[in-house]
């Protein structure tokens, strides 16, 4: 029988009834008495030099309180990148400065020029528009492969070329990749482009600083998944606040997918400019800024290839990957195309020696950072498609060849540095076959063909690191932070439990879960444990939300918090029941005395602590409170196996998705019905980018997908009810929960089977196209079939 | 300035609005009923959907002006008068039907307008109904099953929860 609480239990979800009822707290429904409004003037150009910026008329407008340009921030430091990469010659990365205003040169569309606060919104806009740009363009650098030949146009005149770096992994294999190739059976290759997407979570970012002059405090309000990264982060390299100085809430945030881990020139200008004016200084982004301000993520452009033997034995990959900055390096910019790509190019499958080259590039475009499985997808999107491509090519199932080559003993050292702790592929694969009812495939293909339509069956399989990360181990690859978490568990002295933590839920349901665990260690209803974040004046400490860390490491660290706190208890426990602590037991919310029927409540306990008038005070401090910071061994590693039905009109090229099934080992699960929900949305994101999604740029660098009129966004009829199934649980082995993450799964496996299913409706319709770039548009699939 | 005049959540309610104040933002700003949210500024996500006379409208598409006089629900009077759940907001939540929650009170009053005018939906109804309403989170498996749901549907046979 399902439980009702505890670990493994769906209770539903406790911030649901605020959010239903339009109660929800979300950072644009923060006004502070006094605020003004700043309106950002944008370049509408791709790259020029900025000659002069006349603001006289418009400092003169009414309203306007006061008008800021790149001058005004010459003396702080600039927006910093927090991982640096060494390149495969052993050279840091360039490192361009990324300054919060442009000042003499503008480097993309969007960029912010000038900034006009206001009494209103509306006349800090009207007098923007009075602002007089003297700028002489430049051609605009956007291709990829045109910005790395020799005489290109630079972004950065400051650097000796677009190359941000070229990175090389694992180097030393290099030469035995080269041989391996050489000497294999059969090798296939694939180009592909890994389209570049906007993240677009429905809440836009919004930003208001405030500055208190009686105790020198500044305070921003921000849409972030990580306050405390962007406390350290502003406060330490761009204005220089120290963090006793500096708070920074995020309150309920309208869903991140990445794009709110980073820090954003917005954040800084309003926290410096609420100091400047003496008054708060509130940015609401419109969807279009958003567009051409939020991190954009993706765009690679690759070509892999897969050597066999001739039983179809994988022996190598190597991969050449084109991988696009932007115009600035984003906060976790130069770590998604190396570290959270390169290491996951073994996928599922025991390849021996994988050599994996990355050129890193600046372009005049909006930066590009972590999406929503950030470079893991672009992993297994190239690896799975090339293996798709072999098993057409060597004529076998492609089910099969995976088999084949899965990794089968664990743990596994792949070539590409990881250890994967546990997983069971064959066991995700044949929970696959089940649930998408794959032998079922031919009859529904002949109904499809019955009714003049193609269809098609796309399998692939993932595999991720999530759990980010092991700090001692990212430091030495380049991070420029810890990647541990921390929480505290403050017990109340009538048992109730506030868990201060450093995650930050924003969607993923956090407010319910973590609760759970709390309350199956101690045996107390969910109701009398509440989770606190956002906040960096109430949490210990927090490195937040990204990467599918949440439960992995915060959780984690919450665990551990709470058996400290256990651990006293049952001090205080063995006290009032004159028992020695060894002997003293924990269920259900009572302390007893093993062997005995002796016990004491919870509640007791959590008096005595507070009251401590019959207390060990001789050996034991009063209160019941610990804190507890906890740093993973290892990344955890979820992986599966997903298919993809999809019907294609021959006449339109119109693809239609008619079932999806996701097969997924996430190891333990805490609350089944919401890591259902985070696999559904996850698989949305990645039908998105392979059917709709693009973020397009013209050869002068004008963004021309800069509204929901012109990026497509999947809607509900764009997608078919799922099947998804989290039954195979390997766990962890190195956190307590053993659990491994299950937030991004869902946007990195989709991607490729809906493009493999694609590809086998063509061909069975006798079509000849081996690959179709995303997204795969009307337009683009009748191009493939009729140039076939 | 125009003065305005409207029932919001049966409510009496005026202001003081300039001509270019958008009903999300005469609701926002100045009666603070935050709960209708805006998502973008092209009508498309759905965000900030409302009902004026009874009808589904995009309130970051209207004018404050237009709404003079008129009958105005958002999301903060949807719940029972007792301030319990409405079978809708009960079934988002009993199904998962939402995670960040931005673009719940959209979704919320999309599909009590929804059902007024079509009492048991399909799902390819339901699909093509919120075609005006984009959610980032859910890949809408749960709020089609909710909406089902609330709609009396047996969605027991509906893979996962």
């Given amino acids: 029988m399902p439980k009702d609480s505890g670990i493994g239990a769906s209770p539903k979800r406790r911030e649901d009834v605020r959010f239903l009822t339009g109660a929800g707290k979300y950072t644009d429904d923060i006004n502070i008495y006094g605020q003004t409004y700043v309106h950002f003037l944008r370049a509408d150009v791709a790259h020029a030099t900025i000659n002069s910026i006349d603001t006289s008329a418009a400092a003169a407008m009414p309203g306007v309180v006061q008008i800021f340009t790149g001058a005004d921030f010459e003396a702080v430091g600039g927006i910093p990148c927090g991982w640096q990469v060494t390149d495969r010659f052993g050279e840091p990365m360039q490192e361009p400065r990324h300054p919060v205003i442009a000042h003499g040169t503008i480097r993309h569309v969007g960029e912010i020029v000038a900034a006009v606060v206001g009494e209103t919104l509306a006349q800090a806009r009207d007098a923007a528009e009075a602002i007089v740009l003297d700028l002489t363009e430049k051609p605009a650098v956007v291709d990829m492969k045109a910005a790395a030949a020799d005489g290109s146009t630079k972004v950065h005149d400051d650097l000796t070329s677009n190359i941000c770096y070229d990175w090389g992994f694992v180097e030393e294999n290099r030469d035995a990749v080269d041989q391996a190739i050489k000497d294999a059976a059969h090798v296939t290759t694939l180009e592909l482009v890994n389209n570049r997407l906007v993240a677009n979570p429905m809440e836009p970012r919004v930003a208001v600083g405030e500055y208190s002059r009686s105790d020198d405090m500044h305070t921003l309000h921000t849409t972030s998944q990580n306050p405390h990264v962007i406390r350290l982060l502003m406060g330490a390299f761009v204005l220089g606040i120290p963090e006793h100085k500096l708070r920074v809430v995020a309150p309920d945030v309208g869903g991140g997918f990445g794009t709110k881990i980073f820090h954003y020139a917005e954040e800084a200008f309003c926290t410096f400019a609420a100091k400047a004016v003496n008054r708060p200084v509130k940015w609401t982004s419109t969807r279009s800024e958003a567009f051409m301000s939020d991190a954009h993520g993706r765009d690679h452009v690759t070509k892999i290839e897969l050597a066999m033997d001739a039983d179809n034995n994988f022996t190598a990959v190597r991969t050449e990957t084109y991988a696009n900055m932007g115009a600035y390096l984003s906060t976790f910019a130069s770590s998604v195309p190396t570290w959270l790509h390169g290491t996951l190019m073994a996928g599922n499958y025991k390849t021996p020696l994988i050599y994996v080259n990355v050129k890193a590039m600046f372009t005049n475009t909006v930066p590009v950072d972590a999406y929503r499985g950030a470079g893991r997808p672009e992993a297994t999107f190239q690896l799975e498609r090339v293996i798709d491509k072999a098993a057409r090519e060597r004529g076998v199932d492609p089910i099969a060849l995976r088999r084949q080559n899965f990794v089968t003993e664990f743990p596994y050292a792949t070539p590409v540095a990881v250890e994967y702790d546990t997983g069971d592929y064959e066991a995700t694969m044949a929970k696959l076959e089940e649930i998408a009812d794959i032998g079922g495939f031919a009859a529904r293909r002949a109904e499809s063909e019955k009714n003049g339509k193609l269809r098609g069956l796309g399998v692939n399989c993932y595999i991720e690191a999530c759990g980010i990360a092991p700090s001692n181990l990212v430091g030495q690859l380049g991070a420029r932070a810890g990647l541990y978490d921390a929480a505290t568990v403050r017990v109340n002295a009538t048992g109730s439990i506030s868990v201060m933590v450093g995650a930050h839920s924003h969607g993923q349901g956090h407010e319910t879960s973590f609760p759970q665990v709390i309350s199956e260690m101690i045996g107390i209803p969910e109701d009398q444990i509440d989770i606190v974040h956002g906040d960096t004046s109430k949490i210990p400490f927090g490195m937040g939300t990204y990467g599918s860390r949440s439960l992995a490491v915060c959780g984690s660290a919450m665990v551990r918090a709470a058996e400290k706190v256990i651990n006293k208890a049952k001090k205080i426990a063995a006290h009032l029941l004159e028992a020695s602590d060894a002997d003293i037991e924990l269920k259900d919310g009572q302390f007893s005395v093993a062997g005995t029927d002796k016990s004491v409540a919870w509640g007791d306990v959590t008096l005595a602590a507070y009251v401590p008038h019959n207390y060990p005070l001789e050996d034991i401090e009063p209160g019941l409170e610990e804190t507890a910071f906890y740093d993973p061994a290892n990344f955890t590693y979820p992986a599966g196996a997903y298919a993809c039905e999809v019907e294609v009109d021959p006449d339109t090229g119109k693809v239609t998705i008619e079932r999806f099934s996701a097969a997924d080992d996430f190891g333990n699960v805490i609350n089944p019905m919401i890591v259902s929900g985070q696999v559904h949305g996850g698989i949305a994101q990645g039908v998105g980018q392979a059917l709709l999604e693009n973020c397009a740029y013209d050869e002068d660098g004008q963004l021309i997908s800069a509204s929901y009129m012109d990026y497509a966004m999947p809607r509900a009829d764009d997608l078919p009810f799922y099947s998804v199934d989290h039954s195979c649980q390997t766990p962890c082995t190195h956190n307590p929960l053993g659990v491994k993450g299950c937030g991004e799964a869902g946007a990195i496996g989709s991607p490729p089977s809906v493009v493999n299913a694609v590809i086998d409706a063509l061909q069975s319709g006798g079509k000849n196209v081996t690959h179709i770039d995303m997204p795969m548009s009307p337009s683009r699939v009748w191009e493939a079939m009729n140039n076939a | ?161």
Wanted: glycine residues 10%; proline residues 2%.
């Fill in chain 2, 1 to 161: 300035m125009a003065s305005v005049s409207m029932t919001v959540n049966g409510r009496e309610v005026s202001g003081d609005v300039e001509g270019r104040t958008l009903l999300s933002s005469f609701l926002r700003d100045d009666l603070r009923l935050t709960g209708t949210h805006v998502g973008c500024d092209t009508s498309q996500c759905g965000a900030c959907v409302v009902h004026v006379n009874g009808a589904a409208v995009k309130a970051c598409t209207m004018f404050a002006v237009e709404a003079d006089g008129a009958e105005v629900a958002t999301i903060e009077g949807e719940a029972n008068a007792d301030g319990s759940l409405s079978v809708i907001q009960q079934a988002f939540q009993d199904h998962h039907g939402l995670q960040c929650g931005f673009c719940t009170p959209g979704m919320v009053m999309s599909a009590a307008a929804l059902l007024k005018e079509n009492p048991t939906p399909t799902e390819a109804e339901i699909r093509e109904y919120l075609e005006g309403n984009i959610c980032r989170c859910t890949g809408y498996h749960n709020i089609v099953k909710a909406i089902m749901a609330a709609s009396g549907q047996d969605v027991a046979a509906i893979a996962a929860e």
